[in-house]
């Protein structure tokens, strides 16, 4: 499977964003989802996953009650809606499939990876 992120920008804290990750290759509802951030210097880390329904999710403490990820099978992309958005939320994120049924929480446990889209809050 294919994966394509976008919709990364710049935003001012408290502001909104909306990622985007297109998936194409193979069949969309066999894979477990995921989305991952990376700053500056640091390590990739989880931060919310979904299952292949769509019914089971997933959230790191430090996005939980501001993030949701979500998915469009008939669309073949998830998303991850981030609102309240902190300077610390700054990151390249990342989206990945993993062929699994339920959602996974280690990168390593994910195959497929999209290219980054950078995510900048201002302060």
């Known amino acids: 499977v294919q994966l394509q992120a976008s919709g990364g920008g710049l935003v001012q804290a408290g502001g909104s964003l909306r990622l985007s990750c297109a998936a194409s290759?193979?069949?969309?509802?066999?894979?477990?989802m995921g989305w991952f951030r990376q700053g500056p210097a640091k390590e990739r880390t989880t931060v919310a996953a979904i299952n292949r329904s769509g019914s089971g999710t997933w959230y790191a403490d430090s996005v939980k009650g501001r993030f949701t990820i979500s998915r469009d099978n008939t669309k073949n992309t998830v998303y991850l809606q981030m609102n309240t958005l902190k300077p610390e939320d700054t990151a390249v994120y990342y989206c990945?499939?993993?062929?699994?049924?339920?959602?996974?929480?280690?990168?390593?446990?994910?195959?497929?990876w999209g290219q980054g889209t950078l995510v900048t809050v201002s302060s």
């Open positions: 290759g193979d069949t969309f509802t066999l894979y477990s």
């Open positions: 990945a499939a993993a062929y699994t049924d339920n959602y996974v929480r280690s990168p390593y446990d994910y195959a497929y």
